[in-house]
């Protein structure tokens, strides 16, 4: 059985401890390869190596790194399909999903980064006539990832690629539960020459791995992106160390449709929404607000269109809904199914767990897409994420409720408005308390935009500037100019 291996010092290594854990196909149900446990010993090496790394990296030329970190995304490529297949495979995922977005995506974080730190620019100001001041931004060193199972080589990539780019080293750990993609990109960082010790990867548990990398007193700098309880616990030992921290959290997301929406588009785009990656995407719209003039017809579309969605085995090209990530978590979705027919909910369409769609995948982790409506904005099923392929459609009548209904959550990652009001949607955006709002879209990235949540669904932002901000320090340098 496939071993998977930690990468530290430019080596593929066994844990010090010598421990596996199994590591799981969500479709089939079965072990089908190991992952590292690794320690806090494990994180010691990794970190040292990445200390002694770090002098030699941030001093190299910036074109030089833009030239590896372009390298590895040109080897990314080179793997599509093996890639994907190792996505798929580790998380459950439909294989076209992997091989049109999360590998892609992948490959687009490394370029994207190593070519933007080129363009990286700081500030100067002149003080009247007696000082001109300059900023430098230097790499914070040691820098610590932590990235979770939905898009796992997606969100891996998306932070070392600016904390290399910039100059620091990095400790990474992938989610243990999706570790496979992250294994196979530190080969092909050997094979692209990156030197030893620049990126470190330590694979195992949260509580374990990850709680060692955060409490390390070399690491700097923590960009953190998972659960919200998680996210509150690294805080809590990170804040009185004083590190930097980005915490990227969880969401609950509303989509509103107005009834003079283009329904064309906001048909398929709320079903995308709500079901992409079997609704595990943080961004996801579960929660579906429909003018009450339009609610009803919106409502027989959406549940035809849903119904359309082909669950199927994840390595069936033609398949649109695969598994969900692993059992305790296929286990809590089904809590909530159970627990919105507690709260009074009316089951449109899916409430179950999906028969297996061959006999290989007999005992994976299949579940229907559910549509449910007559839920209370307030009740938990509104409230609480629940990450899975479940939706609520709810009436409304007036903006003002609407734009009530969406912030009545602790979180505010994103918000999708459906209008053809231009007016509208602009009072809609800014009312709205969300870090993203998309008008007339959804899940349209520009790796460019700032991105992160509002109240509970994070602290900072990343992407373009604001991600090569965040991994470096700005100090900034007064140099008086008297007059002679
Ligand atoms: P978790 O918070 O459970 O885990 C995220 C990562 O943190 C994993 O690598 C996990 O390791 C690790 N971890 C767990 N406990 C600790 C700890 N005490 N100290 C350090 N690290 C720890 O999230 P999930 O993996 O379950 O991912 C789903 C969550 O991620 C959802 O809430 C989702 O909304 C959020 N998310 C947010 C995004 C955003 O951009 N805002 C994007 C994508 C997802 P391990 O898994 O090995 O235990």
Same mark, same amino acid.
């Given at each position: 059985?496939?071993?998977?291996?930690?990468?530290?010092?430019? %080596?593929?290594?066994? &844990?010090?401890?010598?421990?596996?854990?199994?590591?799981?196909? &969500? $479709?089939?149900?079965?072990?089908?390869?190991?992952?590292?446990?690794?320690?806090?010993?494990?994180?010691?090496?990794?970190?040292?190596?990445?200390?002694?790394?770090?002098?030699?990296?941030? $001093?190299?030329?910036?074109?030089?790194?833009?030239?590896?970190?372009? +390298?590895?995304?040109?080897?990314i490529d080179a793997n599509l399909d093996r890639l994907a297949e190792a996505e798929t495979i580790d998380n459950g995922k439909p294989i076209t999903l992997a091989r049109t977005l999360d590998i892609p995506?992948?490959? %687009?974080?490394?370029?994207?980064?190593?070519t933007s730190v080129l363009h990286f620019h700081s500030e100067s100001h002149a003080t009247d006539n007696v000082a001109i001041n300059y900023t430098l931004r230097k790499p914070r060193g040691v820098v610590g990832t932590i990235s979770p199972w939905n898009l796992p080589l997606y969100l891996f990539t998306? #932070?070392?690629? &600016?904390?290399?780019?910039?100059?620091?080293?990095?400790?990474? +750990? =992938?989610?243990?539960? *999706?570790?496979?993609?992250a294994f196979l990109l530190t080969e092909l960082c050997r094979e692209?020459?990156?030197? =030893?010790?620049? !990126?470190?990867?330590?694979?195992?548990?949260?509580?374990?791995?990850?709680?060692?990398?955060? +409490?390390?007193?070399?690491? *700097?700098t923590i960009s953190f992106t998972g659960g919200t309880a998680t996210g509150a616990e690294i805080a809590r030992t990170a804040a009185p160390m004083f590190k930097k921290m980005a915490l990227e959290l969880g969401g609950k997301n509303p989509n509103i449709i107005f009834a003079d929406a283009n329904m064309d588009a906001a048909i398929p785009g709320s079903v995308r929404a709500a079901f992409s990656n079997q609704g595990q995407v943080c961004l996801c719209g579960s929660r579906i607000f429909v003018e009450r003039s339009a609610y009803k017809s919106f409502l027989t579309k959406f549940v035809e269109a849903t119904g359309n969605l082909k669950?199927?085995?994840?390595?069936?090209?033609?398949?649109?809904?695969?598994?969900?990530?692993?059992?305790?978590?296929?286990? #809590?979705?089904?809590?909530?199914?159970?627990?919105?027919?507690?709260?009074g909910g009316d089951f449109i369409c899916g409430g179950k767990n999906a028969p297996?769609?061959? %006999?290989?995948? +007999?005992?994976g982790y299949f579940i229907e897409p559910t549509i449910i409506t007559g839920l209370d904005v307030n009740c938990r099923v509104n409230r609480e994420e629940i990450f899975g392929p479940l939706a609520t459609v709810i009436p409304f009548d007036r903006e003002?409720?609407?734009?009530?209904?969406?912030?009545?959550?602790?979180?505010? !990652?994103?918000?999708?408005?459906? *209008?053809?009001?231009?007016?509208r949607a602009h009072r809609i955006a800014d009312r709205i308390q969300a870090g993203t709002i998309w008008v007339n879209c959804w899940l349209l990235r520009d790796l460019r935009v700032p991105f992160g949540g509002m109240k509970q669904s994070g602290v900072g932002r990343e992407g373009g500037q604001e991600a090569l901000r965040f991994f470096t320090e700005p100090k900034n340098v007064c140099i008086a100019t008297p007059k002679s």
């Open positions: 059985m496939k071993r998977i291996q930690n990468y530290i010092d430019g %080596e593929l290594c066994e &844990p010090l401890g010598g421990k596996y854990l199994d590591n799981v196909e &969500p $479709a089939t149900g079965q072990v089908y390869s190991q992952v590292p446990d690794s320690d806090e010993r494990d994180v010691e090496r990794a970190t040292s190596a990445a200390l002694a790394a770090f002098p030699g990296w941030s $001093a190299t030329p910036a074109a030089d790194r833009s030239r590896l970190l372009c +390298k590895i995304a040109d080897l995506r992948a490959s %687009e974080n490394l370029r994207f980064f190593g998306w #932070k070392i690629a &600016p904390a290399l780019a910039t100059g620091n080293t990095v400790v990474g +750990k =992938p989610s243990e539960v *999706t570790p496979m993609t692209a020459g990156l030197p =030893p010790g620049v !990126l470190n990867v330590v694979h195992g548990l949260g509580p374990k791995a990850g709680a060692a990398i955060v +409490k390390h007193p070399a690491i *700097t669950i199927g085995d994840p390595l069936e090209p033609a398949t649109q809904h695969g598994a969900m990530v692993s059992r305790p978590h296929y286990e #809590k979705v089904l809590s909530y199914i159970e627990l919105a027919r507690q709260e297996p769609p061959n %006999e290989r995948c +007999k005992d003002d409720e609407v734009v009530e209904y969406a912030n009545a959550t602790d979180y505010g !990652l994103s918000a999708a408005v459906w *209008t053809e009001n231009l007016s």
